[in-house]
């Protein structure tokens, strides 16, 4: 059972939980059909200090109730929608575009010789990233909510019910899967995995961070991220519902109710945390961790200590994405399909771009000197910052 759930909808959620013992909560944007239940901040006119430019854009298709992010290669982007459309685009130009033949429902995993994607009924399709043939099919346990990844020989797909399943990328047959206990009651989100080396990363509901070993699917080190707290079910979730990143030797992760924290990757060993809240995610650079908190501020904080840089808090409520960092600036996107640039060394607004008005749900991709958006209509929008 999928309940939404936002600040304003807690009771809601506590008359779903009276219907069964075991629940997902539905990551979601307040600022549905019906209009925002409550009043995300107003775009202020901004003094620009820089440009945010289209390269190109394209469509591939409605994402309809699900996220979709694209996958880069390359100069090649591997974009999917709802309906079942899977396209290349390389440069911008459409190089093929195929119809799966049933729905799909998150985004693209490639290396530029498989493209992977999933359905709402568990099924994992790939397709040679050359010109669009089917290669074959597998499945999983249950919906494909996240985008695959595709690394050494295999197909990493994460199902809805946090099972992680390692395919060949040859002929699809199962290598391996990885599961865990979850707690009663989790957050429904888009997250999936993320692969540095010999290891795939992926956060869990309960506040845990797992390396898993591509050779055999094993646990290589489990950290905790943030611990559950609260007298309630539903105060006591404390998932990690975004992408951990990676950047040398550190990895870090956010969860939502929880806290923001980087480890060694090599050990699992805890560099700092701090309590924060996020569902959307982070990002690093050399000197920086970005965290998207979840009352839609964007906040700076020191890579080797955790401390507290700067705070961009003037998108209140506006669903905003992951940050991504890109040199001298820091890119979100929100639910109206607006990016907005920051200036990296305090936070303060440097650029602003429209895309098509509909919502960016998943995380921007980068993509050459700048990056990639996809939007619910199904906008793919390649910007550059100058």
């Not at 030797?249 to 996020?278: H, I, K, P, Y």
């Not at 501020?297 to 940050?323: E, N």
Request: hydrophobic content about 45%.
């Amino acid at each position: 059972m999928s309940v939404p759930v936002a600040p304003v909808k807690l009771l809601a959620v506590l008359a779903a939980l009276a219907l069964g013992a075991c629940s997902t909560v539905e990551k979601l944007n307040p600022f549905g059909s019906s209009g925002p239940k409550v009043k995300p901040a107003e775009l202020a006119p901004i003094q620009s200090t820089a440009e945010l430019r289209s390269a190109w854009q394209a469509s591939v298709g409605s994402a309809g109730e699900f996220a979709f992010s694209p996958a880069v290669v390359g100069d090649s982007v591997y974009a999917a929608a709802r309906d079942g459309a899977i396209a290349r685009f390389d440069g911008g130009r459409q190089v093929w575009r195929i119809v799966a033949g049933q729905p799909i429902s998150g985004g693209v995993g490639s290396d530029g010789k498989l493209v992977v994607v999933g359905t709402p009924k568990g099924e994992v399709l790939a397709f040679d990233a050359a010109n669009g043939r089917e290669l074959w099919k597998a499945r999983v346990s249950s919906e494909v909510l996240a985008a695959p990844a595709v690394t050494e020989g295999l197909a990493i797909v994460r199902s809805g019910d946090s099972r992680i399943f390692g395919f060949d990328a040859v002929d699809g047959k199962r290598r391996w899967v990885y599961q865990r206990s979850t707690p009663t009651l989790s957050l429904r989100s888009n997250v999936g995995v993320v692969t540095a080396g010999k290891v795939t990363l992926a956060g869990f509901p309960g506040g845990k961070l797992v390396a898993i070993a591509n050779n055999n699917g094993a646990a290589v080190w489990e950290v905790t991220v943030a611990l559950p707290k609260g007298a309630t079910e539903l105060e006591r979730v404390a998932d990690v519902t975004s992408s951990p990143v990676v950047s040398g030797s550190t990895v870090c992760a956010a969860a939502f109710q929880g806290r923001a924290a980087c480890f060694d990757s090599n050990t699992g060993n805890t560099l700092w945390s701090r309590e924060m809240s996020s569902s959307a995610g982070l990002d690093i650079d050399n000197r920086y961790v970005y965290v998207t908190d979840d009352k839609g501020a964007v906040h700076a904080l020191d890579r080797t200590s955790g401390a507290s840089i700067w705070k961009q808090d003037k998108l209140t409520l506006r669903s905003l994405s992951r940050p991504l960092a890109l040199g001298s600036y820091v890119a979100v996107a929100d639910y109206q399909g607006v990016v907005h640039l920051l200036r990296r060394e305090d936070g303060a607004f440097a650029a602003r771009a429209t895309t098509d008005g509909s919502a960016v749900r998943a995380e921007p991709v980068r993509f050459g000197a700048g990056f990639l958006v996809q939007t619910a209509n199904g906008g793919l929008y390649a910007l550059e910052a100058r």
